[in-house]
């Protein structure tokens, strides 16, 4: 079962987990994109060119990230901050769905930038 793609109205915090990370090490970012601040926006994409959808799936207390190569029906696709995609293919999986990431805590966050929905990081050091 699916979590509800409906409209993000405050931050939505998804765990990462292992699977998540080791699927997104090998694959590459493409920037499609520009937020309302100019921030990069984009995809992740595999070695033959074709893309990966970041989707929430049901699992922990807000859902769980995953890759997905088809979009699954009933979810949206989220595009990624260029510091959200470098995060998820360079990070170790830490506790509590955290990641590790050049010597901070990371989770990956929702956000909604005017009808694109986003996934962008929060962390600390």
């Given amino acids: 079962?699916?979590?509800?793609?409906?409209p993000v109205a405050s931050a939505q915090k998804p765990?990462?987990?292992?699977?998540?990370?080791?699927?997104?090490?090998?694959?590459?970012?493409?920037?499609?994109?520009?937020?309302r601040s100019g921030s990069t926006l984009g995809v992740l994409l595999d070695a033959s060119g074709a893309q990966q959808h970041l989707v929430i799936e049901e699992g922990g207390q807000e859902g769980t990230w995953v890759l997905s190569s088809a979009l699954p029906p009933g979810h949206a696709s989220f595009l990624l901050y260029e510091s959200a995609a470098n995060v998820l293919?360079?990070?170790?999986?830490?506790?509590g769905g955290t990641i590790s990431y050049q010597g901070a805590l990371y989770t990956i966050?929702?956000?909604l930038d005017g009808t694109t929905r986003t996934a962008k990081v929060s962390g600390s050091v």
């Fill in 109 to 111: 966050e929702t956000s």
């Fill in 15 to 35: 765990v990462a987990s292992a699977l998540l990370l080791a699927t997104a090490a090998p694959l590459s970012f493409r920037a499609t994109s520009r937020d």
């Fill in 89 to 95: 293919r360079g990070g170790d999986l830490s506790e």
């Fill in 1 to 6: 079962m699916s979590i509800p793609q409906k």
